[in-house]
């Protein structure tokens, strides 16, 4: 009897260490998660970097020729945009809501990104629609905190 006890006490204790170090783990991410996010290639941490940069585009930035219609225009269409450009769209706010967890944001459940689907017309399908992503760095400026939250009253969500 005396050794199921001295055993059970063991398993129970390396069961709350294991969850205090998961816990610890999670409070670091949470508070670290890198602008590289969880990658494990070169082209996969330029992406996640790229995605979760945080510098405003400056005035010279803004490309003033794209549009919701040219963006959804059929095609091949991977040199028509740059990543080193920003866009004004003009549309209708469908939904806004968040994203799934992702290893660009250390797959923490406390830092998704933010979707905001926007489309030219107000009964657009799926199909019509595009989605703005704000990620979780973008999304601690108070500003944005503020737009988020009007969008998601536009949109009845």
């Known amino acids: 009897m005396g050794l199921l006890m001295v055993r059970r006490n063991r398993i129970a204790l390396t069961f709350l260490i294991l969850l205090a170090v998961i816990a610890a783990g ?3 991410l949470c508070r670290h998660c ?3 996010g969880i990658a494990f290639s070169g082209k996969r941490r330029n992406f996640y970097r790229l995605k979760n ?3 405003l585009p400056q005035l010279t930035d803004f490309d003033q020729n794209i549009t919701l219609e040219r963006i ?3 095609g091949e269409d991977s040199t028509r945009w740059s990543t080193t450009r920003a866009a004004r769209l003009d549309g209708y706010v469908l939904a806004v809501g968040a994203a799934g ?3 660009a944001n250390c797959y923490l459940p406390c830092s998704r990104d933010t979707h905001i689907n926007l489309a030219l017309q107000p009964n657009a399908t799926a199909r019509e629609q ?3 992503e704000v990620t979780p760095r973008m999304r601690s400026r108070p500003a944005n905190r503020v737009m988020i939250g ?3 009253l536009c949109a009845g969500n």
């Open 72 to 74: 959804q225009a059929p």
């Open 130 to 132: 595009v989605v703005l």
């Open 150 to 152: 009007l969008m998601k």
């Open 26 to 28: 999670l409070f670091v």
């Open 53 to 55: 940069r945080t510098a």
């Open 101 to 103: 967890v992702e290893l």
């Open 34 to 36: 890198p602008e590289t």
